[in-house]
C-alpha cells in the first residue's frame, strides 16, 4: 500500500526533516506533517490499537486526496511510490495508476528530465528544495506553472530512500501577478497623470501619483502625497467645475469636468479631469482615482481657430460673422430695455488709390491704423469690425441720442480723418460714413446694415468725408433705381428705345447741317423717360454698351435713309458714352455700322464729353482711330469738365460744344457770357468749329452771333422731334429763317 510505505518513510523521518516537510507544502501540509507526527506516536506507542490506526490512515488519505497541493513521493529510481488525488488528476490516471511509473511515462514527459534532474539532486544533497518554479505539461495538453519543493526521503538510519515531493499549480496567481505589473506599469508610463485619493482618511488626501503626474504639476510625490488635490487650483476656486467634483464626490459617482490649475512654477493649465470612485464588495467609496490630462495646448488651439474663423487676420478686428453675431446680440437687448442700436457704415475714401500709388503693403499698413482709430473711438461693449476691403462698421450698442449722433459720426470722421503717417510720408486719409439706428430705421441685422450702407453711399456722393443718416426717402429712391434697372435690362429686346432729332444750323444762316440723335426710352408704364434718368444707370450696370451700338446704328441707319429719300446730305451727331469710349473696338464696331448702313464716314460726328477725354490716358489714340475712320468728332458740353486745354491741341476735334449751362445765363450774368465768347475765340483759335447749345431766346442767338459763334442747336430752333417730323425739317432746308441772324 502506497500510503503506508510512506508511512513507513514518514516513521524514519526525523522531526526536523518532518518540520520541512510541512513548511514546504504550506499550511495544509502543516496538517500533514502534525498527522505524520500524531500518528508515528500513535504507531511506537502501540501497533495494537489498529482501529484507530485505520482511522488515522483513512484521515490521512483523506487529508491528501482533499489538499489542492500535489503530493508525492518516489524510490531511489524515481518511481512513484505514491501520490494524492489531485497530482494523479495532473496525470489524467487513478492514484493507484501512478504507483511504479516514472515521470518519463507521465503526460510531463517532455519536462520529466527536468524533475528527475532536481530529485536526483536533492536525493544526492541530501537537502531539501524548496519553493522553486517549473513548468508542466498536463494530460489536456496545457502548460502550468508550479511551486514545487522537494525533501530527501530517509529512513530509520537516516539513509536517503528517495525523494518526497509537493507542488501547486500557480498558473493563475502567475498571471493574476504579471497582469497586476502590467498595469502598474501602463499607470506609471500613462502621458495622462494619474492620481489615487483615500476616502476612508480625513481630507481625502492623495495616497497616489504617477510620473505623468508630477511632470504635469511640476510637484515632486512627496510634495503630493498626503495632501488634498485643492492645492492644484490655488486660489482660483471659483469655477463651476469645482462645485461639479464635489458634488460627485459626495454623492459617490464618476464625473468629467475641465478645471484651471496651476502648476509649481504658478502657470496655469487646462485640466481635463475624470474622476471615478473604486468601491468595496458592499459598495463602500474607500479611494477616487482621478485622470488628469493637460489640454492646454490644444484649448489654446481651439480659440486661435475660433479666433481665426471669427476675426480678419489683418486688423484683428471680428469679421462679418462675428459682426452679425453681435448686432443681433445688441438688437435683442435694445428690444428688451427700449433701447437703440447705431450701425455705422465706415468706408475709406479713395483707399484704392493708395494701394495704386504706395503699393499693398502701405494699403494694409492704413487698413490696421484705421482698424486701431475706429477701435479707440468706441466704448469696449460697441463692436468694431471689418466687412472686408476698406468697409468698416460700427455697432453702437449704447444709447445715443438722436441729438447727439451727428456729434458721435462727425467725432469718428475727425478720428479717422486726422493724418497719418506711413513710410516718413504724411497721408491724409478721409472716410465716408453712414449711419441707420434701430428700431427706426430697421429691425433686422441685415436691414440695418443695408441701410447703413445705402447712407454711407450718398456721404460718397455728396462729396466724401461727410456722414450721412438714413433716411426712408432715400431708400424709397434706391428702390426706384433697382426696380428701373431690371426694367432697362428688357428695353432693348423689347424695342422700346427710340431717338429723336435735334437740328443743328448754321446760325448766321439758319441752314441745317446736321442732327444730333438722342435717346429716349418709351417706357410702358412711366412714359417717355429722358435720357438724364437712365443713361448713368446704363451706364454702371453696362448696359450702355448694347444700347449704344443700337443707337449708333439706328442714327447712321435713319441717315441713310433720309439721303436716300433725296433730303440733303447733314451731319448725323451720336453721343459717346464713357463705358463705349473706353472700350477698344469702337472704331471697329464704327466702321461696321458705317459699312452696313452704308453712311458715308464723313456724315457721321462722335460726340466726346471733355471730362472723358481726360480721364482716359489712351484718349488720344482712340480718338485717333476714330479720325482714321474719316469721321467727325466733337467736343460736348465743353465747359464743365477739366479745364486743361492742351489735349484740345493734341486731340485736333473737328466742334467744340459749349455747354447749355453758359448759354443759358449769357444774358444775365456776365461771366457766363465772358466763357462762352472765350470759348468761342479759342476754337476759331484751334481751327474749329464752334457750336452753342441749349439756345433758347433770341437773345442768346444774337449775343452769340455776336461772339461769331458757328452754329446753334437748342429750343429756339427745334426741340429733339421724332424721325418724320425732323424729316419734314430736312426737307426744309433751313430753320426758321426769320430767327437767323
Ligand atoms: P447732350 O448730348 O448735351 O444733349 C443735349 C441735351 O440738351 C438734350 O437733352 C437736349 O434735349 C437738350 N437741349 C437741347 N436744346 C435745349 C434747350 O434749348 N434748352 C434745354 N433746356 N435743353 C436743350 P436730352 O435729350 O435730355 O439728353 C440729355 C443728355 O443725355 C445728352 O446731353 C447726352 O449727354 C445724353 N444722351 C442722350 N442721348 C444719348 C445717347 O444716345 N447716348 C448717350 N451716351 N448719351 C445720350
Ligand atoms: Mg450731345
Ligand atoms: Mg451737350
Same mark, same amino acid.
Given at each position: 500500500m502506497p500510503l503506508d510505505d510512506l508511512l513507513a518513510a514518514a516513521s524514519r523521518l526525523t522531526d526536523d526533516t518532518l518540520l520541512a516537510v510541512a513548511i514546504a507544502a504550506g499550511v495544509n501540509l502543516l496538517a500533514l506533517a502534525t498527522i505524520f507526527f500524531l500518528h508515528r506516536r500513535e504507531r511506537s506507542r502501540s501497533r495494537r490499537i489498529a482501529k484507530d490506526l485505520d482511522q488515522s490512515r483513512h484521515m490521512l488519505q483523506l487529508v491528501l486526496d482533499n489538499i489542492p497541493q500535489r503530493v508525492f513521493w518516489k524510490d531511489r529510481d524515481l518511481r512513484y511510490l505514491g501520490c494524492n488525488k489531485a497530482l494523479a488528476e495532473d496525470a489524467g490516471l487513478a492514484p493507484g495508476d501512478i504507483i511504479g511509473k516514472t515521470d518519463l511515462e507521465l503526460p510531463w514527459k517532455e519536462d520529466a528530465e527536468l524533475y528527475r534532474a532536481d530529485d536526483r539532486e536533492v536525493m544526492t544533497a541530501g537537502a531539501g528544495k524548496p519553493h522553486y518554479e517549473e513548468p508542466m505539461q498536463k494530460a489536456d495538453g496545457s502548460v502550468s506553472w508550479l511551486e514545487t519543493t522537494k525533501l530527501p526521503l530517509r529512513d530509520a538510519d537516516g539513509t536517503v530512500v528517495g525523494v518526497l515531493g509537493t507542488y501547486e499549480d500557480i498558473t493563475e496567481r502567475k498571471r493574476a501577478q504579471s497582469e497586476l505589473l502590467l498595469r502598474e506599469r501602463a499607470i506609471e508610463s500613462s502621458v495622462n497623470a494619474i492620481f489615487i485619493t483615500d476616502h476612508t482618511l480625513a481630507d481625502q488626501p492623495v495616497v497616489y501619483v504617477n510620473p505623468a503626474f508630477e511632470r504635469i504639476t511640476g510637484y515632486a510625490e512627496a510634495e503630493i @502625497? =498626503? !495632501?488634498?488635490? !485643492? $492645492?492644484?487650483q490655488g486660489t482660483d476656486n471659483a469655477q463651476p467645475g469645482i462645485a461639479h467634483i464635489r458634488d460627485a464626490v459626495r454623492a459617490g459617482r464618476a464625473a468629467h469636468t475641465v478645471l484651471r490649475n496651476y502648476r509649481k512654477d504658478g502657470s496655469l493649465f487646462w485640466n481635463d479631469l475624470h474622476i471615478a470612485p473604486v468601491l468595496t464588495d458592499? =459598495?463602500? *467609496?474607500?479611494h477616487y482615482v482621478g485622470v488628469l490630462n493637460d489640454i492646454t495646448d490644444t484649448r489654446r488651439y481651439q480659440e486661435q481657430l475660433e479666433h481665426q474663423a471669427t476675426h480678419d487676420a489683418l486688423t484683428g478686428l471680428p469679421n462679418r460673422g462675428l459682426l452679425m453675431d453681435r448686432l443681433h446680440q445688441a438688437i435683442l437687448h435694445a428690444r428688451r430695455y427700449e433701447s437703440t442700436v447705431t450701425v455705422v457704415f465706415v468706408n475709406l475714401d479713395r483707399f484704392k488709390n493708395v494701394n495704386d500709388a504706395l503699393g499693398h503693403d502701405a494699403g494694409d499698413r492704413l487698413l490696421q491704423a484705421a482698424a486701431r482709430r475706429l477701435q479707440a473711438c468706441v466704448r469696449a461693449t460697441d463692436t468694431v469690425a471689418r466687412l472686408g476691403s476698406d468697409e468698416f462698421i460700427l455697432v453702437l450698442a449704447h444709447q445715443v441720442a438722436k441729438e447727439a449722433i451727428p456729434v458721435e459720426l462727425q467725432r469718428v470722421l475727425d478720428t479717422v480723418s486726422s493724418p497719418l503717417e506711413l513710410d516718413g510720408k504724411e497721408l491724409y486719409v478721409t472716410a465716408s460714413l453712414g449711419a441707420s439706428i434701430y428700431p427706426q430705421d430697421g429691425q433686422e441685422a441685415e436691414t440695418l446694415l443695408q441701410h447703413a450702407d445705402t447712407a454711407m453711399g450718398r456721404a460718397k456722393k455728396l462729396g466724401r468725408n461727410t456722414f450721412q443718416c438714413y433716411d426712408a426717402e432715400m431708400n424709397h429712391r434706391l428702390n426706384e433705381r433697382l426696380a428701373l434697372l431690371a426694367s432697362l435690362r428688357h428695353a432693348l429686346a423689347r424695342d422700346e428705345f427710340v431717338l429723336h432729332y435735334q437740328p443743328r444750323l448754321v446760325l448766321a444762316t439758319g441752314q441745317i447741317v446736321g442732327v444730333e440723335a438722342l435717346i429716349r426710352w418709351q417706357h410702358p408704364e412711366l412714359g417717355l423717360v429722358p435720357p438724364n434718368d437712365f443713361i448713368p444707370l446704363a451706364e454702371e450696370s453696362g448696359l450702355i454698351e448694347p444700347i449704344g451700338a443700337w443707337v449708333l446704328e439706328t442714327a447712321c441707319q435713319q441717315a441713310r435713309a433720309w439721303i436716300d429719300a433725296g433730303l440733303p446730305p447733314m451731319h448725323m451727331a451720336v453721343n459717346i458714352s464713357a463705358r463705349q469710349f473706353r472700350r477698344r473696338d469702337l472704331a471697329q464696331l464704327v466702321r461696321t455700322v458705317l459699312q452696313e448702313t452704308g453712311? &458715308?464716314?464723313?456724315l457721321l460726328e462722335l460726340e466726346l464729353t471733355e471730362s472723358l477725354l481726360m480721364e482716359m490716358e489712351e484718349a488720344e489714340l482712340s480718338v485717333r482711330a476714330l479720325k482714321a475712320l474719316g469721321v467727325q468728332v466733337a467736343i460736348d458740353d $465743353? =465747359?464743365? =469738365?477739366?479745364? /486743361? @486745354?492742351s489735349y484740345l491741341r493734341r486731340f485736333h476735334v473737328d466742334r467744340l460744344k459749349i455747354d447749355r449751362s453758359f448759354v443759358r445765363e449769357m444774358a444775365t450774368r456776365p461771366d457766363d457770357a465772358a466763357i462762352a465768347k472765350t470759348i468761342i475765340a479759342l476754337g476759331h483759335t484751334l481751327k474749329m468749329k464752334v457750336v452753342a447749345e441749349g439756345v433758347e431766346t433770341a437773345e442768346q442767338a444774337s449775343l452769340l452771333h455776336a461772339e461769331r459763334c458757328d452754329e446753334v442747336q437748342g429750343f429756339y430752333y /427745334? !426741340? &429733339? *422731334? &421724332?424721325a418724320e417730323d425732323c424729316a419734314r425739317l430736312l426737307r426744309h432746308g433751313r430753320i426758321l429763317l426769320a430767327r437767323a441772324c
Open positions: @502625497l =498626503g !495632501r488634498n488635490c !485643492r $492645492f492644484l458592499d =459598495g463602500q *467609496v474607500t453712311l &458715308p464716314a464723313a $465743353f =465747359g464743365t =469738365g477739366y479745364s /486743361s @486745354l /427745334s !426741340r &429733339p *422731334v &421724332p
